[in-house]
């Protein structure tokens, strides 16, 4: 199932349940700010099947991503697969790099019928990795993890952050990822909350440039390729077959539907049960243990805002390939407060666009690329 073979108002492509923000690591961008221990308001167990049965009211093969913090800080975590796999759920999991990924437990997660395994490569060696996550040993783990999984039959996905600290890594990070025999690279370019407030991010022209650059990626490798807070990327690619004139054209394809953003596609549920539009715009639209998962995404004012085009403002508003993309709406958020303001990532200017830009209404940090 592909993201434009689903309704959006009705339910989500992909559902993120953090079951916890307890995790040893101390990484540079985490949005959770995450701790060691965990927290005393955590989701229960039973309130977490209740959760998981909701989801499984979206309709068959819904996705559910297993989230933190480090989901194998809770000791329910292999339960709650394979519970959620029981209730026709599409469970994957995305676990940190540390010594609770050990073999045998990824085999236990394999065995209670986890889709995917995503870990987290954020250099391209254990330098640049283990600097940027906070922890000596980290990178070794993590690789090991990744062929424990292919060595278990689990499909793998690599995450990988993209800023001014890990840019340049990201063509051996692209050998490493073919190398483990990832199904899918899926490359977050980061939004300032939590600790990544800290990290730079690279400028709107460099992200064009990464993006082109990915999307010859996508083309020479095995694996897919997507990215995360980055919807412009759908625009670069459409830009590329327009130019291209041999596939889509302006009026068949500007105006189709081909991802999903933050409140339209997609969900999150904190470790304490509130509903975000993604982790990376932490605004609540309600709590599960008052409402149901499913009414707070068909029905709360947040979600239907944020799946209305028309509703966004400024540049992104006036875009032509709003539908195709719509700018991240957590990236406006972070830093503006307004979530349907425009996305500060995005250099493209709309034809014949006269308003404001981001940098006059608000202010973007420099980059040094």
């Not at 805002?305 to 406006?332: M, P, T, Y």
Request: glycine share 10%; proline share 5%.
């Amino acid at each position: 199932m592909r993201p434009g073979d689903i309704d959006t108002d009705e339910r989500p492509f992909v559902l993120i349940w953090e079951l916890t923000q307890a995790c040893d690591l101390e990484c540079d961008h985490c949005r959770a700010d995450a701790e060691p221990q965990r927290h005393p308001r955590e989701l229960s167990t039973e309130e977490g099947k209740r959760l998981l049965d909701q989801a499984a009211e979206f309709g068959a093969g819904q996705l559910v991503v297993l989230s933190g913090g480090d989901p194998l800080k809770r000791d329910d975590a292999v339960e709650l697969v394979e519970y959620g796999t029981d209730q026709g759920l599409r469970m994957t999991m995305t676990p940190s790099g540390t010594n609770s990924l050990t073999p045998e437990k990824i085999q236990d997660l394999a065995d209670a019928g986890l889709k995917r395994l995503a870990v987290s490569i954020d250099g391209e060696d254990a330098t640049s990795h283990d600097d940027f996550r906070g922890e000596d040993g980290s990178f070794e783990q993590t690789v090991a993890a990744a062929r424990a999984a292919r060595e278990a039959g689990l499909p793998l996905q690599i995450n990988t952050t993209v800023c001014q600290s890990t840019v340049e890594d990201l063509a051996g990070i692209r050998e490493l990822t073919a190398d483990l025999g990832a199904v899918l690279w899926s490359v977050f370019f980061l939004v300032p909350i939590g600790r990544g407030r800290i990290l730079d991010p690279i400028s709107p022209e460099r992200a064009e440039d990464v993006m082109a650059w990915l999307l010859d990626v996508a083309d020479e490798e095995r694996f897919g390729v997507k990215t995360t807070e980055a919807p412009h990327y759908r625009r670069v690619a459409l830009q590329q077959k327009i130019e291209s004139a041999t596939g889509a054209k302006p009026n068949d394809e500007i105006g189709r539907r081909t991802g999903i953003r933050a409140g339209d596609g997609f969900a999150f549920v904190s470790h304490t049960g509130e509903v975000y539009p993604s982790g990376f715009l932490p605004h609540s639209a309600g709590d599960v243990r008052e409402r149901s998962i499913v009414d707070i995404y068909r029905g709360s004012r947040l979600f239907e805002q944020l799946r209305a085009e028309d509703n966004l403002k400024g540049k992104c508003g006036a875009c032509e390939f709003r539908q195709v993309c719509g700018g991240s709406r957590s990236r406006a958020y972070a830093y503006t407060g307004d979530p349907l303001k425009s996305d500060p990532l995005c250099a493209y200017v709309p034809e014949g666009y006269d308003g404001s830009m981001p940098a006059e209404e608000f202010e973007v940090p420099e980059s040094a690329d």
